[in-house]
């Protein structure tokens, strides 16, 4: 296996995992460096062409991290993201990408030491995955 | 009354069905009609909307010619109250786009008595004009060789693969049915109220009732295994076909973005589609950069980002009309992706377009407890 550097793109949403990822900077948790993250106002609002974008761009993972269910700040948004993750998850292991290079979690607002963790161990997961090769080939 | 037999005059079924049609307005059963109907000056099949019932004289709703799929005439028909009944005599998928259009309130049932015809498949656009010329009789031609086996030449032209794996032949969404399968077609036709709608219309009609032939469920259940069996090879071809990226690109790699697979598509419901809007219009420093870090980038770009991005958003509507394929340009094998993607998408939200307006489109719903799956377990 080769070691190398993984690209995250997260899109977290403004009221919950946003804010625990600050916590979790500002608490001084430990976490590798690897995560580019989008601030979106509701998870709800994650188009699935985002994520298709990011894997086809070279994304080593995607994570979209929103509110706990009966949490969102729009009420559902985050149920709404729940199925469009559901039906990503159905089309891109059909063209070859592995499933866990798309992950979805829930994340409040006071759980920094949780979005820590879930950084630390989504880095490592893809870290053993393999980087994904299109960030440096052709892609129609 | 739900079934009743249209006898077959002179051994021509296209025209006892103009005569069908015409007592449908004569009767005051329907005002309009929206049928498929031969050009006057080529020998071309469209939709025609009829309102004069001494006008049905290039009607031909067996012609095996699909050059678009009309759910999205009828929907155009159907977006606001017109104040009376209209009949669209349909193919099954164009019934069940339409189903699909109602449910994202781009169309209505209210005003629409729906007539399917039992489906045995139809030509490409460039193989229909093969396969009938100039000859205005061609659709008997057609049906000699489907359904009586007579040795019929089709001039080297097949019907379209769409339609080979189609697994709805029988149009169950329609108010009334007219049924081929188990009728010998050039002795009488069964026409089957399934709602309504469809008993009053006919009714109206006065036409004696009479029971369906035993030999119909048989002959459906036999064109059905057949149609599956060739769609699950076809499920197997095209997932393996696609089975990485790379394998992909190489799919698409005939895909110039003319974007017409869209534009026939006919459960596409948005009004402007994003690839088209000022997103996708890049200045031209962004394709420069994009050279720059990966060395060689294909132009014009985003065309596998394209048909991804298609599949996520209408996937779970697809109907397998084939009119994509039907619409491409280069021979791209757009259906067999498609419908390979979306039987899964479906699937996996147990779910089957055009079935039924009863059910509501995947992503337009959702639970407080599902697919916990998706987040790890925790919900």
Redesign the interface.
């Known amino acids: 296996m080769i070691e190398y550097e993984p690209t995250i793109i997260a899109f977290v949403c403004n009221w919950c995992t946003y804010t625990a990822a600050d916590l979790a900077g500002t608490s001084r948790l430990v976490q590798p460096p690897n995560v580019r993250m989008i601030r979106m106002m509701c998870t709800g609002m994650v188009d699935p062409k985002y994520v298709i974008k990011a894997l086809l761009e070279g994304a080593d993972a995607v994570l979209i991290s929103g509110c706990h269910p009966g949490d969102c700040h729009y009420i559902n948004g985050n149920l709404k993201a729940r199925r469009r993750i559901k039906l990503l998850k159905e089309i891109i292991p059909k063209f070859g990408f592995d499933e866990r290079r798309l992950k979805m979690t829930w994340i409040g607002a006071s759980e920094g030491i949780d979005f820590a963790q879930t950084v630390r161990s989504l880095v490592a997961e893809v870290k053993q995955i393999g980087p994904n090769e299109l960030r440096t080939k052709m892609v129609l | 009354m739900t079934s009743a037999k249209l006898v077959v005059e002179n051994r021509d079924p296209v025209e006892s069905l103009r005569s069908f049609m015409k007592m449908l307005i004569e009767k005051e059963a329907v005002a309009a009609l929206l049928v498929s109907n031969h050009l006057p000056m080529k020998n071309s099949v469209m939709p025609a909307l009829v309102d004069d019932p001494g006008r049905l004289e290039g009607a031909d709703p067996l012609a095996p010619a699909f050059p678009l799929n009309s759910a999205r005439v009828l929907s155009k028909l159907t977006r606001k109250s017109s104040g009376f009944t209209t009949a669209a005599i349909l193919r099954p998928c164009e019934i069940r786009a339409f189903v699909e259009l109602v449910k994202l309130k781009q169309g209505s049932t209210d005003e629409v008595l729906l007539i399917g015809i039992d489906c045995l498949g139809a030509f490409g656009n460039l193989d229909y004009g093969r396969f009938a010329g100039d000859d205005k009789a061609s659709t008997m031609r057609f049906y000699k060789k489907v359904l009586q086996g007579e040795d019929e030449s089709w001039n080297g032209c097949d019907i379209s693969p769409a339609c080979k794996s189609c697994e709805f032949p029988v149009p169950d969404g329609a108010d009334i049915t007219i049924g081929l399968l188990g009728n010998d077609i050039l002795d009488s036709l069964s026409l089957i109220a399934n709602t309504d709608k469809g008993r009053k219309a006919l009714e109206k009609l006065g036409l004696a009732s009479a029971d369906v032939p035993e030999k119909r469920l048989e002959a459906i259940a036999g064109l059905i295994a057949q149609r599956t069996a060739y769609r699950d090879e076809m499920f197997k071809a095209t997932?393996e076909a696609?089975?990485?990226?790379?394998?992909?690109?190489g799919y698409?790699?005939n895909?110039v973005n003319c974007y017409n697979c869209r534009v026939a598509c006919p459960v596409c419901y948005c009004r402007e589609c994003?690839f088209t809007t000022d997103v996708f219009d890049h200045e031209p420093d962004q394709y420069f950069r994009w050279a720059k870090r990966?060395g060689?980038?294909?132009m014009p770009t985003d065309?596998?980002?394209y048909h991804?991005?298609r599949?996520?958003?209408m996937?779970?509507a697809c109907i397998g009309c084939g009119q994509c394929s039907n619409a491409c340009p280069n021979g791209v094998p757009v259906m067999e992706l498609f419908r390979?993607?979306a039987h899964?998408?479906q699937?996996?939200?147990d779910y089957t377009a055009g079935k039924s307006i009863e059910d509501d489109p995947?992503?337009s719903v959702?639970?407080?407890?599902?697919?916990s799956e998706?987040?790890?377990g925790?919900?």
Do not use: N, Q, W, Y
């Open positions: 997932g696609v089975s990485d990226v790379e394998k992909l690109m698409l790699g895909c994003v990966k060689i980038i294909k065309t596998v980002f991804m991005t599949l996520a958003h996937s779970t390979t993607i899964a998408a699937g996996a939200f995947p992503l959702f639970r407080e407890r599902e697919f998706i987040t790890g925790r919900d």
